[in-house]
């Protein structure tokens, strides 16, 4: 329960959103975008945050697309984890969909929200990143198309009236081979100690990272590193868990030096499973 009372808007358009939550602001109100709700719900529960107004994208058609055309895989950003990897479209993001939460909660996160939440691990972004994603956002410039890493530096980027309308996936990463392995501290169900997810591209490995930093990375050095084939893969695993040491945080879930030790030992599996054509 929250223990006190907002506004409830679901508009029906990108335009009447955006128009919502400028008079909404304008007023002190203190909007927020909301489609699954359920790290918001949980926030104002715990009184983290205090909205006076939430505005559902929910009934925006243009956010609940999952449809593919002659170039792209088209996700919205009110699509769920559930529905996304029920869809099969995208195997590597409806793998990483599948080991977020449970499955009541899959059936509530959005892909909007998992990328613009305030929890750091935004799963959902490490296969977007390693495909080359695009997204569509909507605010004052109206539509415009950018590339995720644009406006993605661990976290999203985005003025304060813009929202994210859509995901746009490249047709040969659905296609593409892939590894996704993620380690919890306790719990088969949790945050990620460690999430890597890899996409195979023109025969070079991509891999993105989540929980062994305070924030999802993919760096093109550690997959240069990796994609030395004439090295063994431990050898490439070593050096390439070296150029993240820096990164690699503490927390109660794991030391930083367990967690580039859980890391070394990903990527030399994934590097083998490549080498023996397994991936």
Not at 41 to 68: E, F, W, Y
Not at 139 to 149: E, M, S
Not at 194 to 215: K, N, P
Not at 217 to 230: D, G, I, T
Request: proline fraction near 4%; glycine fraction near 6%.
């Amino acid at each position: 329960m929250i223990a006190y009372d907002f506004m409830y808007m679901q508009p029906d358009t990108l335009r009447q959103a955006r128009e919502n939550f400028l008079r909404l602001s304008e007023s002190g109100q203190n909007p927020v975008y909301y489609a699954g709700g359920s790290e918001i719900i949980t926030m104002c529960r715990a009184g983290d945050i205090r909205p006076g107004a939430v505005i559902d994208i929910k009934n925006i058609d243009a956010c609940q697309a999952l449809s593919l055309d002659e170039d792209w895989l088209r996700l919205g950003a009110a699509c769920t984890l559930n529905r996304i990897k029920e869809s099969g479209l995208f195997p590597l993001l409806g793998l990483v969909c599948g080991r977020i939460a449970d499955h009541t909660n899959q059936c509530r996160i959005t892909l909007g929200g998992n990328l613009c939440g305030s929890i750091i691990y935004r799963e959902t972004s490490l296969p977007l990143l390693l495909a080359d994603a695009k997204l569509i956002l909507y605010g004052a410039r109206g539509r415009r198309a950018l590339a995720l890493k644009s406006v993605f530096d661990g976290r999203m980027r985005l003025q304060p009236d813009e929202l994210i309308v859509e995901a746009q996936v490249p047709l040969w990463a659905l296609n593409a081979p892939y590894y996704h392995m993620k380690k919890t501290a306790n719990e088969k169900i949790d945050y990620p100690l460690l999430s890597v997810a890899a996409l195979l591209y023109e025969d070079q490995l991509r891999v993105a990272c989540s929980g062994l930093a305070d924030r999802p990375l993919r760096s093109k050095q550690v997959e240069v590193a990796l994609n030395r084939r004439a090295l063994s893969p431990g050898t490439v695993a070593a050096k390439a868990t070296a150029l993240l040491a820096e990164q690699a945080r503490d927390s109660v879930e794991g030391s930083a030096a367990y967690r580039l030790f859980v890391l070394e030992n990903t990527l030399r599996s994934l590097v083998e499973d490549w080498h023996d054509e397994k991936i």
